[in-house]
């Protein structure tokens, strides 16, 4: 979906949106993180690189519209996480702060379950429950990481500023306070 | 659901939201617009009062969760606009600019069926489609205006940037270029 335009504005425009399985039509920015991304991520080091050698699976994938990077816009699209564990630690997404940290962000939850973490800067930590239905907020300044503790994909639709821009680097040099993990077929956030 | 704080930042938080109906549960505010509120909006005067004389019924509702009204704060909610005609012309919201006219919207309706009427200062107008599923982006600077076409509430989840702001004035004297009638059965946009 490129940018039209109507006049001297940007044109209004639509895109479907299956809210049940959350496939996104139309979409323009994709990505896929593969296994062999999340390097540094997972506690169990040995348990990564079998699932690297494997297939080298995708463990996560985000969809986006496009709109202008810029003040007043909202980039709007969703997250799809896989579910399965490193050893026992739930799939997750690397998290981030936002660029502009003082931007916040919300998730819509479609399908799946688990939790989204929030950290921040300060150490304090949040983890609120992502099931269908469920809108986490993400004010300004928090951290954010998506963990899927169930069987099926994690679906979430989510909105922010468009301007926002990601901050991966402090997240893979600060982790995340706690992790998620599934033990004798209990989650566990520890 | 009141503003809590962990450490020096605002709490993250969750609310549970009925994406078959729509029904959201721990908003704070919460605007009704009955038919009374909605003098000069429509064509048929006439057809307006009688509505209003026969008990004045709510035409649409809003609920929204409370943020601050600042930049980087998101305020998410559901607009629930039901159906039926004053005279011919469709059940509509009152339609407004942002306050900050360059920040967008984003919305997504979750049931019914309609549209979202867009316009600018220079008078381009657009009208796009709302129904289950449709994820329709509001650039800045369109005033936006939903109509609805169907049978049953058309319910929509949207979001925006906190600190926008509602300019209803602007519409209360430009009007919306098109209006929305059901006549003989078929909608039609004139």
Redesign the interface.
């Known amino acids: 979906m490129d940018i039209e335009r109507?006049?001297?504005?940007?044109?209004?425009?639509?895109?479907?949106?299956?809210?049940t399985t959350g496939v996104m039509k139309g979409f323009k920015n994709h990505i896929e993180r593969r296994a062999s991304s999340m390097r540094g991520y997972y506690a169990d080091e040995a348990a990564l690189e079998s699932i690297i050698a494997g297939g080298d699976p995708i463990l996560y994938e985000v969809f986006e519209?496009t709109?202008p990077e810029l003040?007043?816009?909202?980039t709007?699209g969703i997250s799809k996480l896989y579910p399965g564990t490193v050893g026992q630690e739930c799939f997750m997404t690397k998290g981030h702060y936002h660029q502009?940290i003082?931007?916040?962000?919300?998730y819509?939850c479609?399908g799946g379950s688990g939790y989204?973490l929030?950290k921040?800067k300060?150490g304090?930590f949040?983890a609120?429950?992502m099931e269908?239905?469920?809108?986490?907020?993400?004010?300004?300044?928090?951290a954010h990481r998506s963990v899927n503790c169930g069987n099926v994909p994690l679906v979430s639709?989510f909105?922010?500023?468009a301007e926002s821009g990601h901050n991966y680097g402090d997240i893979e040099t600060e982790g995340f306070i706690k992790r998620v993990f599934k033990r004798d077929g209990s989650v566990v956030i520890e």
Chains 1, 2 share one sequence.
């Open positions: 109507i006049g001297n504005y940007m044109a209004p425009f639509v895109f479907d949106l299956d809210v519209c709109v003040y007043g816009h909202l709007v502009v003082e931007t916040g962000e919300v819509l479609l989204l929030m921040t300060d304090d949040s609120l429950p269908r239905g469920k809108v986490v907020y993400v004010p300004p300044s928090w639709f909105v922010y500023n």
